[in-house]
């Protein structure tokens, strides 16, 4: 019903043009916690296809105090992440990333119409964890949707490790919308974790 009253509202909104962009309170106390490389095969939470060529991936920890999973819910949010090659300390769009933009907590994924725990009954205080995925190296052509006139990004973090910058974002049909600060993967905590991963 609420979801019903949410579609009728933003169809009315529309119509009237009366809409509006509203930005909800976001979490912008996003820290870095730690980075580890792991195979894709083995993360039964991205849901990944079966048969699948090998991958790496490096899975970045990070901290926020805010109970994400309560905040989708509540808002009815499709969340995900952004992720990109920093440019002066911060998220580049140009230099953006990535296929994966889903966002975990201990209980997989967080998303708006799936009864599951909150982010906070993980136990972790007084920040919670939650963590992401990106590839070690891409061609820059597989799992992307390409953007107008936006070349696709290659790289391969083994060879030319670099600090990475991503952010959490969130919205819903209705117009609400988050976007957390902006958060630094170092470059030295990248090539530590591919090493000890011996990719």
Not at 4 to 22: G, N, P, R
Not at 120 to 127: K, Q
Not at 132 to 142: N, P
Request: hydrophobic share 40%.
């Amino acid at each position: 019903m609420k979801r019903l009253y949410m579609l009728l509202s933003f169809a009315a909104c529309i119509e009237s043009a009366s809409c509006a962009m509203i930005e909800t309170r976001s979490p912008n106390d996003l820290r870095f916690l730690a980075t580890k490389a792991v195979l894709l095969e083995e993360q039964p939470e991205i849901g990944a296809p079966s048969g699948r060529p090998s991958r790496m991936m490096i899975r970045v920890d990070f901290t926020a105090n805010e109970d994400l999973q309560k905040i989708t819910k509540k808002f009815e949010y499709n969340i995900g992440n952004d992720t990109s090659f920093c440019t002066n300390g911060q998220y580049d769009d140009a230099r953006s990333f990535g296929w994966l933009h889903d966002v975990y907590d201990k209980y997989g994924h967080i998303e708006a119409y799936r009864e599951r725990a909150s982010s906070s009954d993980a136990g972790t205080a007084p920040a919670i964890t939650y963590h992401l995925y990106f590839e070690v190296m891409s061609d820059g052509k597989h799992y992307v949707v390409l953007e107008k006139n936006k070349k696709p990004i290659a790289y391969d973090l083994r060879k030319q490790p670099a600090d990475v910058c991503f952010w959490i974002r969130g919205g819903n049909m209705m117009g609400d919308h988050f976007r957390s600060n902006t958060v630094v993967v170092p470059a030295a905590e990248l090539s530590k974790a591919i090493t000890a991963a011996g990719a």
